[in-house]
DNA sequence: TTGTATGCGTTATCAA
DNA sequence: TTGATAACGCATACAA
């Protein structure tokens, strides 16, 4: 791989000077420009990156860190940062990592925004700092170089409790991801919560564990129905995929939805409308997620544009799955 | 942030042995390790990639480079590079670039695959090399240093043709994607290939031109549909997407799908099968496909492990939009 | 306007 | 078993 040395000793030039040209430097007259830069065609030069950002100890790219490629809809998160990161000159990788943590550690990136429930929250608090600043979306965290993005999901619960309340529920259940998720654990409180607000119980029993996939859904709800003798009129889900697959086991039970049991979901992923009966679930905008994550993190990094004290927007549709008799179509 | 040298002088050391302690040399007394090692974590010592990089001339990470987060499901994709680039012990990175795409040009990666239709041919050939070899997921290239990993869309646009001739179909429309696609375009080569075997004729008329996206689908053949007199009986759809939006289109104007005009897509998404009515549709393995091309990769970058001549698995799944009054459920 | 020289943090060669 | 040191490719302070 040629390097600026082979560029500037075809050019018959100094390595400073083809850096300078390399860099853009208005001091270079246009026929040194010229020859250095021909030089550098010739020889396919292309910049070492590795050794421009060991010089600057300044990568201009952010990471964006997440457990792994399924499971959630990221496309749109994912957009709403890269966006962001591109309008501030900067670039951004994501990569997926469950122990090593490698590209975070080894100081590839100037920044992180962290989705990733397998990086400890005591090596983060480690690893900020003001040259490195860091934006979380799945946890709280006390630290002057981190902040924290998070979904308003207490917000949104409480809008899907009090429309299953107006719907007539009384007895509502809950089918929970795993523990190990930040979101769908604040779900599941903010449901508490929603519940308590309204005077209304939960039963320990009617809460469900599954593991945020379809199948899950219907497997627990399925042993469920088979377990328990009466059931909530209502039940609501941590995010959708459950909701379909436990929609599916009431089904096959030979009851009806939401005539029998109601259920909600969260997230409204594409498939929610087209689903049937149609899913009643909370809109989560997951590319204004990005984007405030995004520019929270520019914030830290470059200390310019005030933080947007924005909330992310959410909010819950009602469909068939817990309307009754309303909005068949 | 710390480096060696700090760990070194704080050990009572020198540099050399701090970095093989880090490195896990067996030369090294377990004391001096120890000594070593309770520096390091005491100073928060964290290796820096790039100097390492620049050392040793190779990252051990490989770029997928795409050209945007949104369109295409890349989840399934992305998850078949990520486990096989762990499988290597490698890491991955994926970014989306437009036009400068510095990751790709600067070294930080040992080897790239690329979806990209952003990134010249020119520029891909003037990069690859034998210590920088390249994967292509979206075009024809003639490098021995890039290899080609590509969708079977003629073989599957074949199966779709087949099908709807059986059904009886001898008029057929196709809706393309934007003409920059690699996979759109195979599509509808593919598409008239199986036709002329078939000994149909294509008129360019029942050629409709969209971008991919289902609103696009649905304006082409709503303009379409009010321009024409007479229609296929079926169009073949260069995915799926664009097929849901043309079926709205035609049931919007009263017809009925498939009874009126019957749809086919390509890819098939989640919704697919969702879909009223469900979609006939190509399946393809991105997961397969995501595995593929990493192997490939890591063959050119190892010479280990022959080359897989392996074909990505296609299948044809007919269902309710190209089956008259089957299926129904 | 251009060149010389230094150092970024690491690895690896060689010597001790 | 450990240490001194050169080199990786580049940017930049300073000199010319």
């Known amino acids: ?59 201009h790219i952010i990471g964006f860190f997440l457990s792994g490629f399924t499971g959630p809809f990221f496309n749109e998160l994912l957009e709403g940062i890269q966006v962001t990161v591109i309008k501030n000159g900067y670039e951004m990788v994501v990569c997926a990592s469950d122990d090593k943590h490698r590209l975070l550690l080894e100081q590839y990136v100037d920044g992180a925004i962290i989705l990733n429930y397998h990086i400890a929250d005591e090596l983060l608090d480690s690893l900020a700092s003001e040259k490195f600043p860091l934006v979380v979306l799945d946890r709280d965290l006390e630290n002057p170089h981190i902040s ?13 409790v009090d429309h299953l309340v107006e719907e007539g529920h009384q007895r509502i259940g809950f089918i929970a991801g795993s523990e190990e998720s930040f979101d769908g654990e604040s779900r599941l409180e903010g449901f508490k919560e929603s519940l308590a607000t309204r005077g209304l119980s939960f039963d320990k029993k009617d809460l469900l564990r599954a593991d945020f996939t379809e199948i899950s859904g219907l497997l627990c709800m399925k042993e469920y129905l088979d377990k328990e003798a009466d059931y909530p009129t209502a039940f609501v889900s941590a995010n959708d995929e459950m909701a379909m697959g436990a929609i599916k086991a009431v ?10 049991i109601a259920f909600t979901g969260f997230d409204d992923i594409d498939l929610s409308r087209y689903f049937h009966p149609s899913l009643s679930t909370v809109c989560v905008q997951k590319k204004q997620w990005g984007r405030i994550a995004a520019e929270t993190l520019f914030h830290m990094l470059e200390k310019k544009h005030a933080v947007a004290e924005e909330e992310i927007t959410i909010e819950f549709i009602p469909r068939e799955s817990s309307l009754k008799g309303v909005m068949r179509d």
């Open 251 to 260: 089904q096959q039970k030979g009851m009806k939805v939401p005539e029998d």
């Open 1 to 59: 791989m040629a390097t600026l040395k082979d560029v500037a000793k075809k050019a018959g030039v100094s390595v400073a000077t083809t850096s300078y040209v390399m860099n853009g430097s208005k001091l270079i007259t246009e026929e040194t420009k010229e020859k250095v830069l021909a030089a550098a065609k010739e020889l396919g030069y292309r910049p070492n990156g590795n050794a421009k950002n060991l010089k600057k100890n300044k990568t």
């Open 148 to 160: 924290q993005v998070l979904l308003p999901n207490k917000h949104g619960m409480k809008q899907v």
